[in-house]
């Protein structure tokens, strides 16, 4: 099992998500985070105090799928969230040991 | 967990108690029998829109100010901010009813000796004493002595809570106390009275001040600037962020200080008549034209008019018709505003940044810098056609009055005595506002330690947070 974490530009959320349902993959974890990578940041100013902002808001979205559907997942990710600017994302594949249904107790696979 | 009771909030109380024994004793001991005098006729109309005026005043502070200022501090600091306006509120109004009114708008004590009545007034008002449910107080014959008391009460209270901008996010609230009681008592009873008080030496000198341009705002902008030196920068000034956490309070804020200072400007003709109504004009144009100015410059200088920038410019606006309102016509008003909205801008971005000083919410910069370019402008367009001379009228006993009237109208000496009241104010300001930081730096303290200004003020003074 893997986790998908991808982090897009948070207009992109709808897209995403339809984009993974599509595929099959009915369950997500969303989080408001900032963040930069070769996206420059604003500035601001207050009453003549400028203030650089370096870190924008992102959405990072995570779900749990079988290892053999992660290129399916990533694909999926990539078509939607892409627009061709600076600033897209990152899309990251972590490991996973285990996964547990809360309600029901069905473990692995069966939870995903 | 254990309640402590601090025991400096006991000894405040009974000396406070002790204090208000002895002044009533004194209040008391020197009741003298009154002149008999021509028995003063209320007049409804008057009554009516100064019981309105209290009103507005009192909600430029609560919650005007406070959301103004709260706007613009950072989250963690919000609470501590809308608390110190609020406190002040409650704490001036105390202090005013035992002993403030009464040193601001009573003839000096004889007691005192002959001179002392120029710069203050006695203890007749002690505990509002001999004030009933219908005495007058002469300055405002037309209404019961209990609305212009509680009226101008609203302006000590809101006067030292503008200080409040200089030393955002840094103060402890104790001393806070301290300060703008002792403040209150020591530096706006002597300067209001100076200005307005029956026998004040700057209104007998001329000083031309309608609503308190150099009472409120060049007094609280100095005792700013003041602070914000005593106090120094606050850790991360420059380096920091510092944006305001919520410019919808503060637009909330200035919208509130704008339609409130209609009672602080029109109120102060204490009447219902013309001059208020020109009062109310006048201020209304100056603060928009400020506005738009303050937004102008901006664009012009950083390349976005700014919603900070526009309210700012409005504040700044009403701070320089303050003392300009009753006496200018509609195109004085223009002017004055534009020079307000400019001025203020380069005050408080370029001035600031040269000088280097950290005046977290601009009070010297909009209330400071624009009750000077009020108070001087007012030497200009003052006009002689709005304020003419009275002669004295023996049936009722009252003195002749001087035509008040500024350069325009040939009278280039005003703009010198406006300056001269500028000056007075200024210096006797800055020298009492240091002496009392200093006293209290040394007995309790008066900024938060480093952890807790970086923590925030909220949590740490007062426990509690906005999530």
Redesign the interface.
């Known amino acids: 099992m893997k986790i998908v974490m991808a982090i897009i530009k948070p207009f992109k959320l709808d897209e995403v998500r339809d984009a993974l349902t599509g595929i099959g993959v009915h369950g997500m974890t969303v989080t408001e985070v900032k963040g930069y990578g070769r996206q420059k940041g604003h500035t601001e100013i207050y009453r003549g105090a400028e203030y650089a902002v370096s870190f924008l808001p992102k959405l990072k979205i995570e779900v749990a799928v079988a290892a053999d559907q992660v290129d399916k997942v990533i694909d999926a990710i990539t078509t939607a969230a892409k627009t061709g600017q600076i600033g897209d994302g990152k899309i990251f594949v972590l490991g996973l040991d285990r996964a547990v249904r809360i309600r029901t107790g069905e473990a692995d696979a069966a939870a995903l | 967990m254990t309640t402590k009771i601090p025991y400096r909030a006991g000894l405040t109380a009974f000396a406070a108690l002790a204090l208000g024994v002895l002044f009533a004793d004194a209040a008391l001991a020197q009741a003298a029998p009154e002149a008999a005098a021509a028995a003063p006729k209320l007049d409804s109309g008057d009554t009516a829109w100064m019981l309105t005026s209290t009103a507005l005043v009192l909600l430029m502070t609560i919650p005007g100010l406070a959301l103004f200022y709260g706007g613009m501090v950072r989250k963690k600091n919000v609470l501590a901010t809308v608390m110190q306006s609020f406190a002040v509120t409650c704490l001036v109004t105390v202090l005013w009813m035992i002993v403030g009114y009464s040193l601001a708008f009573t003839e000096g004590a004889p007691q005192w000796g002959d001179t002392i009545g120029g710069y203050v007034g006695g203890l007749s008002q002690v505990m509002l004493n001999a004030m009933t449910g219908s005495s007058v107080n002469g300055l405002a014959k037309t209404i019961p002595e209990s609305v212009y008391m509680t009226y101008q009460m609203t302006f000590a209270i809101i006067t030292p809570a503008l200080i409040c901008g200089a030393f955002a996010d840094r103060m402890k609230f104790s001393a806070l106390l301290w300060f703008m009681g002792a403040w209150l008592i020591l530096v706006y009873c002597p300067i209001a009275h100076s200005v307005w008080g029956p026998d004040g030496f700057l209104g007998g000198a001329g000083v031309l001040d309608f609503a308190g341009g150099t009472v409120v705002h060049i007094n609280a902008g100095t005792a700013g600037l003041v602070c914000a030196l005593v106090l120094g920068k606050r850790r991360g000034f420059g380096t920091e ?4 956490h919520n410019l919808v309070l503060s637009v909330i804020g200035a919208s509130l200080l704008w339609v409130g200072w209609f009672g602080f400007n029109a109120g102060s003709a204490v009447a219902a008549n013309g001059t208020a109504g020109m009062a109310m004009a006048v201020t209304q144009i100056a603060t928009a034209t400020a506005g738009l100015g303050w937004m102008f410059a901006e664009w012009v200088a ?1 390349g ?1 008019p ?1 919603v ?2 526009i309210i ?1 410019g409005a504040v700044a606006g009403l701070v320089a018709i303050t003392p300009a309102s009753g006496f200018v016509l509609p195109g004085g008003a223009l002017v004055i505003g534009i020079a307000a909205g400019v001025g203020c801008f380069w005050a ?3 001035l ?2 040269m000088l280097g000083y950290d005046d977290s919410l ?1 009070a010297f910069g909009v209330h400071a810098i624009g009750g000077i370019i009020g108070a001087l402008l007012t030497g200009v367009f003052a006009r002689e056609m709005l304020n003419p001379a009275v002669p004295a009228d023996a049936a009722t006993g009252t003195a002749a009055v001087a035509a008040k009237m500024g350069l325009l109208d040939g009278n280039a000496g005003q703009v010198l005595t406006q300056l001269y009241g500028v000056a007075c104010t200024l210096i006797y300001c800055a020298i009492a506002t240091f002496i009392i930081l200093k006293v209290i730096d040394v007995i309790i303290g008066l900024r938060v330690s480093d952890e807790v200004e970086r923590d925030g003020l909220d949590l740490n003074l007062h426990g509690e947070v906005v999530p």
Not at chain 2, 241 to 244: C, I, L, M
């Open positions: 962020s510092f944006a305001p950083r976005k700014s900070l920038g700012s408080s971005t370029s600031k940044s601009d």
